[in-house]
C-alpha cells in the first residue's frame, strides 16, 4: 500500500493539537509544528526518512525554545502575597494596637481578622497595607 505522507502527517499534528487542548499541554502544540513540517516535507517530495529527520529536528527546536522561553520567565509571587490571585493584597486597614509579639486584630470587609506586622520598623498604630494572606491573618506592612 502506497501512503500519502503528507495526509499522515496532518493528521499527526491534527490529533497532536487535539491533544494539546485537551490536556494543556503547551509543549505538545510544538510537536505539531514538527508534524506540520514533516507534512511540509512530504509535499516537497522529500524521502519518509528526510520527512521524519525535519519532523524532529524542527519539533525538538521548537520544544527546545519553548522550554527555554519559560525558564527565562519572571517567576509569579506566592499565591499568598500575589495581588493577581489574592484582591486582599495592596488594601489598607486601620490598625488600632499592636501586642507586644506585633500582632493585633483587624476590622476588614465586615470581620475581624487576625493581623501580624511584618515590616522593618517598628509596629504603630494608624493604616497599614496587606502585603500577603496567611490563612485567616493578614500580614501587614506600612
Request: charged share 15%; hydrophobic share 55%.
Amino acid at each position: 500500500m502506497d501512503w500519502n505522507w503528507a495526509t499522515v502527517w496532518w493528521i499527526v499534528a491534527g490529533v497532536l493539537i487535539a491533544v494539546e487542548l485537551a490536556t494543556g499541554t503547551f509543549y505538545l502544540l510544538m510537536l505539531a509544528v514538527g508534524a506540520a513540517a514533516g507534512a511540509l516535507a512530504a509535499h516537497f517530495g522529500l524521502a519518509l526518512t528526510s520527512q521524519m529527520l525535519v519532523a524532529a529536528v524542527i519539533g525538538g527546536a521548537a520544544v527546545a525554545a519553548w522550554h527555554r522561553q519559560r525558564g527565562m520567565a519572571p517567576r509569579a509571587a506566592p499565591a499568598a502575597s500575589n495581588p493577581d490571585v489574592n484582591l486582599d493584597i495592596g488594601q489598607s486597614v486601620q490598625v488600632d494596637a499592636w501586642s507586644a509579639d506585633g500582632r493585633a486584630q483587624v476590622q476588614y470587609r465586615g470581620a475581624t481578622w487576625q493581623a501580624r506586622f511584618i515590616g522593618s520598623a517598628p509596629a504603630e498604630r494608624g493604616r497599614h497595607v496587606i502585603r500577603a494572606v496567611e490563612g485567616s491573618c493578614l500580614l501587614l506592612d506600612r
